[in-house]
């Protein structure tokens, strides 16, 4: 009988029959929601003798999880080509988790300078307090430029590619080999790349994604994960989530697998939509330039193309410097159909100002412009477009 999990099927295949009912509960398609805190055992020896689970699927308590997790957990590793995750309450924590687990007091971290802002404010709060230090580095950077900014104390390389507002694409394989050589792990948070970027095939060793954007898909659920691939990485964020308490919701949970459905005839959608308006934004003469790693006059369009099998539907757009934040605001308050709002991934359209934190671009520093991250969602393409032209006439 032919194995639905099979790696030569397609992803949307996959993603069909991944974590069904069957795997874990007889019954219907679907995998239910399993509730609860308490675990009863059948004596105290098997209480006892359940602490040696606790790196497996085996219900010792509710926070260890249940069907409807396990369910889950499988999932996540199967897109992201790992073996065991983590999920956790929101993508933040997703964050948290990892970086908690491999660092402590005297230890030295690098992280990207464009990295997704609360990740800076875990590093510049949280960690500073707790004598950890942090650099941040040029995404863009050489690997023997970062290799110089390694210390003998450096245990965490984080990674995001591409980077959260200005969509530096960064040379994963090139800069975790110099993060390996040095000793030290490589974290990266792959929400972007989804399952068009295999992290563990190109050197890292933990990866971060917010399945709160398009694993969710509809806008009404906050989840994260932290995926590995050794069973040492897995004992590191197993414990540490669980000494932090870090659990996912079932109902949550359940809401992801839901997502996990559609997911890849809605990533097929987006990113056909995506591209089509930002080649129309390029176009325009508002527009100096479009952040969109899978356009050909992105930086790093080749480091891209070698690396990600697709793109999903976020991306930045960079104003003629003669528009202030003031006229790019009314630009973005005139939409009709575009939410101003945070998050992505969903099957609506948004639109934000991002300037303010966001101080750098590809290899030139400063942008020199006002920029709005767009997300574009399951609305015709044509609509948007349609959107966007009547709100750009009124920029002045």
Not at 331 to 339: C, H, V
Request: with cysteine.
């Amino acid at each position: 009988m032919a194995d639905p999990k099979d790696p030569k099927h397609s992803f949307s295949t996959r993603m069909s029959h991944a974590g069904r009912a069957g795997t874990h509960v007889h019954g219907f398609v679907n995998p239910g929601v399993h509730r609860g805190s308490t675990v009863l055992f059948p004596n105290s020896q098997a209480r006892k003798d359940g602490a040696k689970h606790r790196f497996e699927q085996f219900q010792t308590y509710g926070t260890q999880g249940g069907p409807t997790h396990y369910a889950f957990e499988d999932v996540i590793a199967e897109i992201e080509g790992g073996t065991r995750a983590l999920i956790v309450g929101t993508g933040l924590a997703a964050v948290a988790v990892p970086l908690l687990a491999y660092l402590k007091a005297g230890d030295h971290c690098l992280m990207l300078d464009s990295c997704y802002g609360p990740a800076r404010n875990i590093c510049e709060n949280l960690l500073k307090q707790w004598g950890v230090e942090t650099t941040y580095y040029d995404p863009c950077i050489s690997p023997a430029e970062l290799a110089k900014l390694f210390k003998p104390n450096t245990k965490v390389l984080y990674t995001e590619s591409p980077g959260s507002h200005t969509f530096e694409v960064q040379d994963i394989p090139a800069l975790a080999e110099v993060a390996h050589a040095k000793g030290a792990k490589v974290l990266m948070d792959n929400t972007w790349g989804i399952h068009h970027f295999m992290p563990f095939t190109k050197g890292v060793d933990v990866s971060i994604q917010a399945l709160t954007k398009y694993v969710g898909g509809h806008s009404d659920v906050l989840l994260g994960s932290v995926t590995v691939n050794s069973e040492a990485d897995w004992q590191i964020i197993r414990s540490t989530g669980s000494l932090l308490g870090q659990f996912a919701s079932p109902d949550d949970v359940w809401l992801g697998l839901r997502g996990v459905r559609t997911m890849a005839v809605r990533l097929k959608q987006q990113m056909a939509s995506g591209l089509e308006v930002a080649r129309w934004l390029e176009a325009r003469p508002e527009v100096k330039q479009v952040l969109h790693p899978a356009l050909e006059s992105h930086p790093q369009h080749a480091l891209w193309k070698r690396d990600f099998t697709g793109a999903c539907s976020l991306f930045g757009v960079l104003f003629q410097p003669k528009y202030s934040v003031e006229d790019v605001m009314r630009f973005i308050d005139n939409l009709a159909l575009f939410g101003i709002g945070a998050s992505w991934g969903g099957y609506e359209s948004l639109c934000i100002l991002t300037t303010g934190n966001v101080t750098r671009s590809a290899g030139t520093g400063e942008f020199g412009g006002t920029v709005a991250r767009i997300h574009i969602g399951l609305e015709d393409p044509k609509d948007l477009i349609a959107d966007l032209t009547q709100s750009l006439a009124k920029l002045g």
